[in-house]
Structure formats: structure tokens, C-alpha cells
């Protein structure tokens, strides 16, 4: 076992993409605060940081993303309009929001790619190890991903970064791991990644193993995000920067536990929507009923 001076206290959420996968519901309102079900995308990622430990989160918004402080915000108007009411437990659930977490905020002028999103949090994060989560991907499972990455981080002393099985025919879809065998560590199959490739054809794809959208990752990271020339697009890719790190200083996939739905997109979105509102313990069983009831 590894000993870290320095432990995962801090996680970014880059927020600040224009969602352009998911117009025209986009055009004026930020995508990570589409509601599933009854919380905004993003409040899930929130909800996984405060549930692995992490004690800060810093957003990463833009133009246009303004919602998204005011939902993590105190709302005293609507919290007293509430008590007035008599709605004492939509009051508590209100105020809970604002109390999640401490929350920091930055922003990001361009939309110049993940890697750039997650650059302009460095002085916020400083040298030390942080949590990466997509603002538009919900990760269910338990113990969170983001806590099975913290654990793997604090084994290894190494990035760690989340990957799940997908067919061969949608590996174009997604970033691709090329990894050793895996090895066991506490209890868990974990894989040394030697490369990364982004939406490989089926016949070129390394493994099967997408990368999903939550990563544990050393503050060393910066310096290789500093010197990712852009890449496709003309966007800085946290993919190349990844690549250079898991060559020069390590860096592992797991497979998590839980489902992950990349709900920036509109079919994802609907499955993420549907599974989630089975599960609901006020109304999903009325929901599978009527599910079941569109089959006949
Ligand atoms: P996506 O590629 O899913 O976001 O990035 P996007 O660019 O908004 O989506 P489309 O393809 O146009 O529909 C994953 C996460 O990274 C953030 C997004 O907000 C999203 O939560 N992101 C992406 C940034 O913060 N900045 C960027 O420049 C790009």
C-alpha cells in the first residue's frame, strides 16, 4: 500500500459545454440542468462527490450557465414562501440543495474542450489530487464510482479513471482503454492502461472498455493538460493528456459498479430518466405498472 501525503478532498465539474447534442432544449438553458426525474443532471454528479467523501467542488461554467449557481445557492425568498405554507419538508428540501457541499465556482470564456475546462480549475484545485465528474453523466451503483476511484487512487498512488463494458459495435461512440490483464487489488479488478484511443472503429478498438466520464487524477495532470497542443476540433482533449500520463506516470482503469447513462444525449437521457423513475420509492412502482401496461 502506497502512502499519499495528500488525500481526495476536492472535485471539478466542468459544466461549461454548449450541449449542442441536445438542442433545441439547449439553446438557452445549460444541459447539465435538464431535470431526470426531479433533480437537475448535474445535482446527481453533486450528490456522488458529497456521498465519496469530497469536501469541495468547483463548477466550471460559462455563458449562459447561470442557473446552475442559483440552484446550488440559498434560496431564502422561496424557503420562507414555503414555511408560510406550511410545506416545512419542501422548505428543508430546498435548503439541503444550498447545503450540499461547499461549492466554488469558474469560468470557462470559450468552450475549448474538457481539457481546457479542466485546466481552468487548477488554481483552485492546486498540486494536489481531485475528482473529475461529467456534469451531464449520472453514475448509479454503491459504493459511488467516485469513491471506488478514491479507493483505487489511494491504493496505487495513481490516476484512476472509471470504464465500463460496451459492445463492439458502439465502441466508436466513446474513448477506449488499451490495458494489461487485469490485476486484483482490494477486492477489485483493476487494469494498467497503456493507451487511450477516441472513437475507434470496432475493428481497431483495443478492448471494449469505454471510459465514462469520472476520473481520480494527481495534480500532475495540469502540467500535462498545460502542454496538450488542441487536438480534433481545435479543442484541448483530456483524453491526450491522459494518454501521456498513463504512459509517463500510470494510470488505471476500473470497471465500476452501477450503470452510467451519458445523459447529454437525448437517448440516454431517456433511459437514465425511465430507470431512474422505476426506482422511485413514491411513485416507481406506479411507473412500472403503466411501463408495462404500454407493452400490451
Ligand atoms: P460534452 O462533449 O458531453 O459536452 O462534454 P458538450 O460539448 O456540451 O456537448 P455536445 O457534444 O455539444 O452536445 C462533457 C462535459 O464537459 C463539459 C460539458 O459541459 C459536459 O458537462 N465541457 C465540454 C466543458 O465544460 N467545456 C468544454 O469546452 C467542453
Redesign the pocket.
Known amino acids: 500500500m502506497t502512502t499519499l501525503s495528500k488525500s481526495v478532498r476536492k472535485a471539478v465539474l ?9 438542442l433545441p432544449a439547449t439553446k438557452a438553458q445549460p ?2 440542468m435538464l431535470p431526470v426525474v426531479d433533480k437537475p443532471l448535474i445535482q446527481y454528479a453533486v450528490e456522488e462527490c458529497v456521498a465519496s467523501g469530497i469536501e469541495n467542488i468547483i463548477i ?1 461554467t460559462g455563458r449562459g450557465k447561470n442557473a446552475i449557481e442559483d440552484h446550488f445557492d440559498a434560496s431564502p425568498e422561496l424557503e420562507a414562501f414555503l414555511e408560510r405554507k406550511g410545506r416545512q419538508d419542501q422548505a428543508e428540501l430546498v435548503r439541503q440543495i444550498g447545503n450540499l457541499v461547499r461549492s466554488s465556482y469558474t469560468r ?1 470564456k470559450e ?4 481539457g ?2 479542466v485546466l481552468e480549475a487548477r488554481d483552485m484545485v492546486g498540486n494536489e489530487p481531485f475528482a473529475v465528474l ?3 453523466v449520472i453514475m448509479t451503483g454503491e459504493p459511488p464510482a467516485t469513491r471506488q476511484l478514491i479507493d483505487v487512487y489511494e491504493s496505487t498512488g495513481e490516476g484512476a479513471i472509471a470504464v465500463v463494458p460496451v459492445e463492439r459495435e458502439q465502441v466508436s461512440l466513446y474513448g477506449i482503454v488499451a490495458t494489461d490483464p487485469p490485476i486484483e487489488r482490494d477486492g477489485r479488478q483493476i487494469y494498467r492502461i497503456r493507451d487511450l484511443v477516441e472513437k475507434p472503429s470496432p475493428e481497431e478498438a483495443p478492448s471494449t472498455l469505454a471510459v465514462v466520464g469520472r476520473y481520480v487524477l494527481p495534480g500532475e495532470i495540469f502540467d500535462y493538460l498545460e502542454r496538450t497542443e488542441p487536438g480534433r476540433g481545435g ?1 484541448i482533449q483530456l483524453t491526450d493528456a491522459l494518454r501521456q500520463l498513463a504512459k509517463e506516470r500510470g494510470l488505471w482503469a476500473v470497471v465500476c459498479e452501477g450503470k452510467s447513462y451519458d445523459a ?1 444525449d437525448k437517448l440516454g437521457f431517456l433511459q437514465a430518466t425511465v430507470e431512474i423513475a422505476m426506482e422511485n420509492p413514491e411513485f416507481g412502482e406506479a411507473f412500472r405498472t403503466w411501463l408495462r401496461s404500454l407493452k400490451a
Open positions: 466542468p459544466a461549461a459545454g454548449l450541449g449542442t447534442r441536445f444541459k447539465e466550471v470557462q468552450p475549448l474542450g474538457l481546457h475546462a461529467l456534469g451531464d479543442e447529454g
